[in-house]
């Protein structure tokens, strides 16, 4: 990580969009401050373990909660592009070069692989931290793809 350049944790919340009958779709979501410049966020959706995962100026959790109502929006971020999209993580994990904050998207995947109530204690003890302050575990996909 870009030791210089500081990431505090505004916020971050996991939760799971569709499921039941449905292939269960969770999206996770992080707020980050930069010590210079706006704070940003990283949004993950994983469907069956794959992701995709947006950079945003607001919040676009709401919109992945309540699709219908956000169809269009949701139709722009999707044509505006991805930082990540695929199959699993690995393809992030070998090669992050010129993604800002890359710890930010370690914490994010290691909220959604989590169980939730790991995950929402993770969220509650990093609240208002700066990511070189606190130790990320590494997600069950990270842990997968080092051992492969």
């Given at each position: ?130 990511l070189d302050e606190i130790e990320i575990p590494a997600s069950d996909a990270e842990v ?5």
């Open positions: 990580m870009d030791k210089t350049k500081k990431y505090q944790i505004v916020n971050a919340r996991v939760e799971q969009a569709s499921g039941g009958p449905d292939i269960a779709i969770l999206v996770a979501e992080v707020e980050l401050k930069p010590a210079k410049g706006a704070p940003f966020f990283y949004t993950l959706v994983e469907c069956e373990g794959a992701p995709m995962i947006y950079k945003t100026e607001s919040s676009v959790f709401d919109w992945w909660m309540e699709p219908d109502a956000y169809e269009s929006e949701l139709d722009d971020l999707q044509d505006a592009g991805s930082v990540y999209e695929g199959e699993n993580y690995d393809e992030l994990f070998e090669d992050h070069k010129g993604i800002e904050c890359y710890e930010g998207l370690r914490y994010l995947i290691y909220v959604m692989r989590a169980s939730w109530d790991k995950a929402e204690a993770f969220i509650q003890a990093t609240k208002g931290k700066n997968e793809w080092k051992s492969a």
